[in-house]
């Protein structure tokens, strides 16, 4: 039989750290079924990183013109915290996976949407803002001409389009992500003409008549 020691030593190594400063109520849990990354066991190898690390998540942002009104996807959150509230659809970014793909992987679990266009547009880390430690999320949005395919999965309850004005109360500081890229992505300039800054939903709005989809956009406001 193998000497255990050696494998032992960099089993504590690893955990020394790699854990710093988490809560005695705090838990290490894999965020999905997927194996633990090797990476980890670079901290035995002397690249040791000695700050405490904020979690990353991400989270993404899916605009829809579906009959000439504007709405966005929301899933039903199925555990705590905020368990039962909805919820931008997101989750936390693996070891050594990339930001994009981990947007990807999250928006296909949880939503069965797949292979849509994104980009990023923001990055929200105020301390507090999710109840279970430091937390960064980068959002990303994407824009679909209809709001068909989209079903929940993972741990969402439900996946749902809600249209602008009719938004439900949103867990964690989602409703001011929603409002701040709603305002990057859409400005109405002095003479009250719409500049759609994102190209997703440039290419959806140029479907419609150039009037109506100004006026779609300019009276859309995801909170009334």
Known sequence: MPPLLPTLSRTLISAACLCFTAPS???????????????VGMAAQGFCYKY???SVTVDTLVFCLDETQMKILLVQRGNEPFKGA????????????????????????????????????????????DPRG??????????????????????????KFF????LPPLAFDHKKIIEETWMRLVVCDKEGTTVVKERGAQQVLCRLPTASAAQVVRSSKPFT
Request: aromatic share 8%; charged share 20%; proline share 7%.
């Open 86 to 129: 909805w919820a931008l659809p997101g989750g936390f970014v693996d070891q050594d996976e990339g930001l994009d793909s981990a947007a990807a992987r999250e928006l296909r679990e949880e939503t069965a949407l797949d292979s849509i266009s994104f980009a990023q547009v923001g990055t929200y880390g105020q301390p507090g803002r």
């Open 25 to 39: 109520s705090f838990v290490l849990r894999p965020s999905s079924s997927r194996p633990a990354s090797t990476a």
């Open 52 to 54: 405490p690390r904020p």
């Open 134 to 159: 430091h937390t960064i999320t980068v959002a990303y949005t994407a824009f679909l001409l209809s709001s068909e395919g989209a079903r929940a999965g993972d741990d969402a309850r439900e996946a």
């Open 163 to 166: 249209a602008f004005g009719s």
